[in-house]
């Protein structure tokens, strides 16, 4: 008699819990609480399995471009001038 009662307590546990779940009241473990994506950041390099990528600081430096219609652009020939 006591099994009896025993399997029918343990199904109507099983019961109320699947209702919970199903209505939210009780989350599964095995779900994300954020529901929000955590994969790791990569810096905007290329799509997936793409980790690594240069820096600023890894890029050869380079000259600015000249260009003779730019309001602060000195011609060479005006700064030895000016030098001497």
């Given at each position: 008699?006591?099994?009896?009662?025993?399997?029918?307590?343990?199904?109507?546990?099983d019961?109320?819990?699947?209702?919970?779940?199903?209505?939210?009241?009780?989350?599964?473990?095995?779900?994300s609480?954020?529901g929000i994506?955590?994969s790791?950041?990569?810096?905007?390099?290329?799509?997936k399995?793409?980790?690594?990528?240069?820096?600023?600081?890894?890029?050869?430096?380079?000259?600015?471009?000249?260009?003779?219609?730019?309001?602060n652009?000195?011609?060479?020939?005006?700064?030895?001038?000016?030098?001497?």
């Amino acid at each position: 008699m006591a099994t009896v009662r025993a399997k029918l307590q343990k199904r109507a546990e099983d019961h109320f819990r699947a209702r919970d779940v199903k209505k939210g009241i009780e989350r599964l473990d095995r779900r994300s609480a954020s529901g929000i994506n955590g994969s790791p950041k990569k810096g905007g390099h290329g799509g997936k399995f793409t980790w690594g990528g240069f820096r600023s600081s890894d890029l050869p430096y380079s000259q600015p471009a000249l260009d003779e219609k730019d309001p602060n652009y000195m011609d060479r020939d005006d700064e030895e001038e000016e030098a001497q």
